[in-house]
């Protein structure tokens, strides 16, 4: 594990200080997680953080996917 230092204002830490008490975990973890959670999925490209962003306006899209990706059959 490498270290790292960062600056939170007043504010900041002692949101984050009360988060972590109340899920049981340091300041260091609770800041870990936040890293984890912002970055994008791994082995999964940068276009993945974009999935599900599409809408169709079609309901029944998730049932004709190959005709939505692919477009029309011929």
């Given at each position: ?31 870990r997680r936040?890293?984890?959670?912002a970055?994008p999925?791994?082995g999964g ?7 599900g ?22």
């Amino acid at each position: 594990m490498i270290r790292t230092q960062i600056s939170l204002d007043a504010n900041e830490y002692a949101a984050a200080k009360t988060e972590a008490r109340a899920l049981g975990i340091s300041v260091a973890e609770f800041v870990r997680r936040a890293v984890r959670e912002a970055l994008p999925p791994r082995g999964g490209g940068p276009w993945m953080k974009f999935a599900g962003f599409v809408e169709t306006g079609n309901s029944r899209s998730s049932q004709a996917v190959d005709e939505i990706v692919y477009g029309q059959k011929d």
